[in-house]
């Protein structure tokens, strides 16, 4: 059975979740590949919402296997407090269905101490809209080769000695550029021990379950965080994550071969939005913008920040589709639309005196850029009942038919509402 890469094409928060939930029902196993808890991914199943950060979006169907790969940074504490509120809710999260990869890099409390610590100096305009949660830190000491392993917990002396050897450069910049305490060694440890504890039963070798399963026929839904345009290499730089998001990163974060990977699933939003600072050349700041926002309930599942909102940009959807290769694309909300009477699709960027159909390149060129529009007809019919591609309006299927012709790539789901049944 063919493996299947689930990929957000924007800024993230393209309804991913949704989409591999919707996806585990004929999976074996769902395996998260980058990213923290810096993403949520919000399922709602007949009418009850579910918020997941770190656990694989799959896990909500019983008897399917969900792994934490190796490009994932994992906060323990988070994940801990996750398994607690699923298992309230009746779900199996033992450590027999979950495993957590042992080469997976642990978010220490000390990583989100440096990470609001250096946004709280920085100007509003250069702030990056982090989340405070560790994330970058603990990709930091990953490539300092300084980072603790999950693989740590399982040695007591060892995890101690890295976190006072990790301290001795942290405590530095913070006692003498931020102005903080240091931090004690010993009440880090203390602090984390209990949770180091928990998690060593879910430790395991994820490239090695994940050949198993295909092995014997089965198959794996990979799961990513964020979106393209915020991967570390390809996105919004600086205005970014800080991993790759990109389906390559699928097979290095997941222990896999990237000859493993046969679907690949875009997900598209049908307007755009984005959380946090960065380039949006598409945002509206009038009452369509507002409209999106309120019919869409843009919040973060994350951080409950309003997102911006502004008409669908294919220059960023097809830098997506350069990068990541998708066999089929998946659009959803496109029942927030519903009710405009014109829709304006961005096909191009004016830039430096030219038309160009992919990102500027330069560091914050997509600032400076000014957006070329194709207007289409809305419509006003409600499309939450629909079941099929015939129960569309046809304005609706126009507009779904303009994004294939613009990318070159067919359309493989709808999604008409917020609930699992509501996507054909």
Sequence with gaps: MANIVVFGSQWGDEGKGKIVDML????????????????????????????????????LHPGKKCLIGNGVVLDPKVFCEEIDKLAERG???????????????????YHC??????????????????????????????MHRCGIR??????????????????EEKNVLLKHLYGMEPLDADAVFDEVLPYAERLVPYLGD?????????????????EGAQGTHLDIDHGTYPF????????????????????????????VKAYTTRVGGGPFPTELFDEVGNYLQENGGEFGATTGRRRRCG???????????????????????????????????????????QIIEYPPQE??????????????????????????????????????????????????FVSVGPDREQTF
Excluded at 40 to 56: A, F, M, N, Q, S
Excluded at 150 to 158: E, G, I, R, V
Excluded at 206 to 222: A, P, Y
Excluded at 334 to 344: I, Q
């Design 91 to 109: 779900l199996d999260v033992s450590p027999g269905r979950m495993m957590i990869s042992k080469k997976t890099q642990v978010i220490m409390p």
């Design 311 to 353: 008409w669908l940009d294919l220059v960023v959807l097809r830098e997506s589709v350069r990068l990541n290769g998708p066999t089929e694309l998946a659009i959803t909300k496109l029942d927030v639309l519903s009710g405009l009477k014109e829709l304006k699709i961005c096909t191009g960027y004016k830039y430096q005196d």
């Design 113 to 142: 101490v440096m990470d609001s610590a250096r946004e709280s100096t920085k100007s509003d305009k250069k702030k990056i809209g982090t989340t405070g949660r560790g994330i970058g830190p603990c990709y930091e000491d990953k």
């Design 150 to 167: 999950a693989a740590d917990f399982q040695n007591k002396d060892l995890l101690r000695e890295k976190i006072g050897k990790a301290l």
């Design 24 to 59: 585990a029902e004929k999976a074996s196993a769902i395996v998260r590949f980058q990213g923290g808890n810096n993403a949520g991914h919000t399922l709602v199943v007949d009418g009850e919402k579910c918020i997941l950060h770190l656990i694989p979006s799959g896990v």
């Design 240 to 267: 970014v994550t800080s991993s790759n998001t990109v389906t390559a990163n699928a097979a290095t974060g997941s222990g896999s071969s990237p000859r493993d990977l046969d679907r690949i699933i875009a997900i």
């Design 363 to 412: 560091q914050n060129g997509m600032a400076y850029v000014e957006p070329v529009y194709e207007t289409l007809p809305g419509w006003d019919e409600d499309i939450t009942a629909a079941k099929s591609w015939d129960d569309l309006p046809l304005n609706a299927r126009k507009y779904l038919e303009r994004i294939q012709e613009l990318t070159g790539v067919t359309v493989g």
């Design 206 to 222: 994820v490239s090695t379950e994940i050949q198993k399963i295909n092995r014997k026929g089965g198959m794996v839904l990979f």
